[in-house]
């Protein structure tokens, strides 16, 4: 949790949690800057930067380069990583899909969202799909961690652990105002203001965000508060508390356009009647004590609770509408008349405690630097789908109306306990970074439905060991080799039936993943990072009928091997010259010419009757015909060969920022059976490479102390698909923004 350098800081907050100081890919900053409130300093061994001892690929987005590229979704950022892919779906980055190294992306599901070191998804144990992600104006920095590392974190570490950090409690009184309007009805405002007074202080923060999105009848409206509260308890105590509350109203649909809808108008949207109702209460206390000169104890205690109701007139792939064996419906030409909507009513609670404790000691002759800690973990979903009888219900509808009424309720809890040991061994120029994790993980699922009211629970264990090496042969150059276990535990619906309560025969989903690179900066002001990456990804949770067996139960047989180059490189001149001006370059590149399915694995083509000819379905089981087809040495859908992104431009220091940003994307397969060919729900099929380019330009007048800033997202307009799991979904369009942005 502490990294590496002449000095550890005892920070306030719970970003203390993160386990290294990250390789930063702007300006440098300070770890901590000096105008912002701090404890106790505890000396630690060792003089080298922090990157020094990082045993595997790391990457931060500091203050400066989001400040500057004025990014407007969490997308948008993260496309400065290597090895990450983001893929839109509405158009406003409130659900990014974000994928590791030819991981698929949708939902985030195999990727650990934290912020300031604590988990933010909704179930991450239950059901870790990202449907809430924080604004990215929240964010002070954020950190990405692929390498052996995330052997102190859980759960969903098959990926990688992106965490995000909030801004520290400034030491003097002060803040910011902001306010972005733009096209597509776009409006961005933000006022954000603390200071120390004493042994105390406070940062709040208020973010109102609202616009269209990439379609037709798509827009949202979101607002975000924020405090955060530090302090000083004596000279080695200090205290930190959170708390925020996050509302979004959204018109935003489940589904996407028929290969027919996108040809006419790409920018359409029938499912008008859609929305998404969600609200989020969190808050966290984090108590750091410095325990002796070397030791260090901090104990986190969080929680938050969210009621989501994402009411939609399409809620599966293959329902448009979703009722439409309704004889009041009977099918898209009904769907704003007499179609009914269906309401996916969600109210989550979680919570949980974590002590961490950081020693550093004498080992071998070496100096140990040890982070150890355990985690008691509980999640409770209460899951319900009510449909009405109308194309713009909120409730139920009668009984006696086709398809109304409630269709499920069921109570889904989970109980996890970790512990975590990982020793730092410091001789020389060389670290060497052994770790290992358990996660233990209790399932309890009840169906309430009056007919049904049958319940079940499970269990499951796992080892995570991990092991980490760093050498550094010269001056700022470190070489870096690590082996880590990742870890996805199954759903809590699939590891218990609904209907029976039996629990099913499940393990949790696990990957080897291994990493050799090197960091240099063999000039001043220019900075490399090289990863080489293979990730076997194994245990795999599939439908029994696709791994060959028969019926449509789960089972773990599915493999998939991952294995390509990361670069990374940032140049600045005036570092090198010494000078005002700066030219800058930024760039990152993936190339993954592995990503394929191992093992046996099958998919199933559609051939007749009421599956549509020549699709493909993940299972063998349908109202229809299918023929089974081996898609083993296939490679895997939304995993592009290469990502490129591209940045140059022109800083004056304290003055001019200028900016251009090019984003390439490589072609895509949007199916197991990698076919080139359409079907017309557009589910199926190629998706094209596309390149995007975007825009960015601020100036500060230094004497009052205000920034003026314009940006232009997709300079060119382009029209591109970013997805087909639920149809096509367009990119989004071209959005010109401008601002001002006032110092207090």
């Not at 059901?127 to 692929?146: C, G, M, Q, S, W």
């Not at 449909?387 to 009424?405: C, L, M, V």
């Not at 010259?577 to 191992?598: D, G, I, K, M």
Request: charged letters at 20%; proline letters at 5%.
């Amino acid at each position: 949790m502490r990294p590496a350098r002449s000095r550890l800081l005892l920070s306030l907050g719970p970003a203390a949690l993160v386990p290294l100081t990250l390789f930063a890919q702007d300006r440098p900053l300070p770890s901590r800057p000096q105008d912002t409130i701090r404890v106790a300093e505890i000396r630690v061994v060792g003089t080298r930067d922090a990157l020094v001892s990082i045993p595997g690929s790391a990457f931060l987005i500091d203050r400066q380069s989001l400040t500057n590229a004025h990014v407007f979704t969490i997308n948008e950022a993260l496309r400065q990583v290597p090895g990450v892919t983001t893929r839109d779906e509405e158009g406003f980055g409130l659900r990014p899909n974000i994928g590791i190294r030819g991981l698929n992306p949708t939902r985030s599901s195999k990727v650990l969202l934290l912020e300031d070191g604590l988990p933010i998804a909704f179930a991450p144990y239950g059901a870790n799909e990202t449907y809430y992600h924080p604004p990215v104006d929240r964010f002070e920095r954020i950190e990405v961690l692929k390498g052996s590392g995330q052997i102190l974190f859980g759960p969903q570490t098959i990926g990688g652990v992106i965490n995000y950090i909030t801004p520290d409690v400034p030491r003097r009184p002060g803040g910011t105002v902001s306010i972005t309007p733009g096209s597509q009805h776009y409006l961005n405002g933000q006022v954000r203001y603390g200071g120390s007074w004493g042994r105390a202080g406070f940062v709040a923060s208020y973010v109102r965000k609202q616009g269209d999105g990439a379609r037709e009848n798509v827009g949202s409206r979101l607002d975000d508060l924020n405090l955060k509260g530090v302090f000083a308890l004596g000279a080695s105590h200090a205290l930190t508390v959170r708390g925020g509350y996050y509302a979004e109203r959204s018109n935003v649909t489940y589904s996407g356009l028929t290969e027919a809808e996108y040809a006419a108008d790409p920018r359409q949207n029938q499912f008008r009647n859609d929305s998404m109702i969600l609200d989020r209460w969190g808050a966290s206390a984090t108590h750091q004590v410095s325990l002796s000169p070397t030791v260090a104890l901090t104990t986190s205690l969080y929680g938050f609770a969210v009621a989501r109701d994402w009411w939609r007139q399409s809620s599966f792939s293959d329902q448009r509408p979703n009722d439409r064996s309704d004889p009041n419906c009977g099918g898209m030409q009904n769907l704003l008349t007499t179609c009914g909507n269906q309401g996916r009513l969600r109210d989550y609670f979680v919570w949980g405690v974590e002590p961490r404790l950081h020693a550093t000691s004498s080992l071998l002759g070496a100096v140990s630097v040890t982070d150890l800690g355990v985690r008691a973990h509980f999640e409770r979903q209460d899951r319900r789908q009510v449909n009405g009888a109308t194309p713009n219900a909120r409730e139920a509808g009668p009984s006696t109306d086709a398809n109304s009424g409630l269709a499920e309720d069921n109570l889904r809890r989970n109980q996890a306990y970790s512990a975590f040991v990982q020793n730092r061994l410091l001789f020389g120029r060389w670290t060497v970074t052994p770790g290992l994790r358990v996660e233990h993980v209790r399932y309890q699922r009840t169906n309430r439905l009056p007919t049904t009211d049958v319940g079940g629970r499970t269990d499951l264990t796992q080892l995570i060991p991990g092991l980490g090496a760093t050498f550094a042969p010269a001056a700022h150059v470190t070489l870096f080799a690590g082996a880590h276990r990742g870890f996805a535990p199954p759903r809590t619906e699939d590891v218990i039936d609904n209907t029976t309560g039996v629990a099913v025969e499940l393990d949790p989903e696990l990957s080897w993943n291994y990493e050799l690179g090197v960091r240099a900066q063999p000039v001043a002001g220019l900075a490399l990072e090289g990863t080489l990456f293979r990730l076997d990804f194994e245990n795999q949770i599939v439908a029994a009928s696709v791994a060959g067996g028969s019926g449509a139960s789960l089972t773990n047989a599915g493999r998939t091997l991952h294995q390509g180059l990361e670069l990374s490189a940032r140049l600045d001149s005036d570092v090198l010259t010494r000078s005002v001006h700066n030219l800058f370059f930024q760039a990152a590149w993936t190339y993954l010419p592995t990503a394929r399915f191992e093992g046996a694995r099958f998919a199933y083509v559609g051939t007749g009757g009421s599956d549509v000819v020549g699709k493909v379905y993940a299972g063998q089981n349908g109202a229809g015909t299918r023929t089974q087809v081996s898609v083993t040495g296939n490679r895997l859908p939304y995993a592009p060969k290469g990502t490129l992104s591209l940045t140059a431009g022109y800083a004056r220091r304290g003055g001019v920022d200028l900016r251009v940003e090019a984003v390439r994307v490589g072609a895509q397969f949007g199916d197991a059976l990698n076919t080139t060919t359409t079907v017309p729900d557009g589910q199926q099929g190629v998706i094209s490479a596309y390149t995007v380019w975007n825009a960015a330009a601020s100036y500060r007048l230094r004497v009052t102390r205000t920034t003026v800033f314009a940006t232009v997202k997709n300079l060119l307009d382009e029209t591109y698909v970013v997805d087909r799991t639920r149809g096509l979904l367009p990119g989004s369009p071209r959005l010109i923004q401008a601002g001002v942005r006032q110092e207090l």
